[in-house]
């Protein structure tokens, strides 16, 4: 008995000290991992704002308006498909707009087999 209450005590002490707490890194030495976003080079902006072209030209299938924006390989241009509604005063086939846009990672609406959905935000007639 005498045995095994000083095997235990070794055995908790051994334990005890072989325990140690993980130092915690502050947040501005955490990294963080992001899937990188593939950049396109598109036409000058205008005071950092982006301009593309209003065109319905998927409106057969189901999708609402896209916003083409021209990238410097011309044969590849940007196409975006608004997350919202864009206002009724945009909302025309072959109008020319400024906006800023964020890319979002959805799915695309149904009927939208091209281009990528984003946010556009700050919009106005060119």
């Known amino acids: 008995m ?3 209450i000083i095997v235990l005590s070794a055995g908790l002490l051994m334990f005890a000290a072989s325990c140690k707490c993980k130092e915690k890194t502050p947040p501005t030495q955490q990294t963080q991992q992001t899937q990188p976003i593939k950049e396109v080079k598109m036409q000058a902006p205008v005071d950092n704002k982006t301009l593309g072209k209003v ?10 308006a896209v916003i083409i924006v021209k990238t410097e390989d011309a044969s590849k241009p940007l196409i975006l498909i608004p997350k919202d509604a864009l206002p009724t005063e945009f909302d025309k086939d072959g109008i020319e707009i400024y906006f800023d846009y964020r890319l979002l990672k959805m799915p695309n609406p149904k009927g939208c087999n091209e281009g990528i959905p984003a946010e556009l935000t700050n919009i106005s007639k060119k």
């Open 55 to 64: 065109s319905f030209q998927n409106k057969a299938t189901g999708c609402s």
């Open 2 to 4: 005498k045995y095994s």
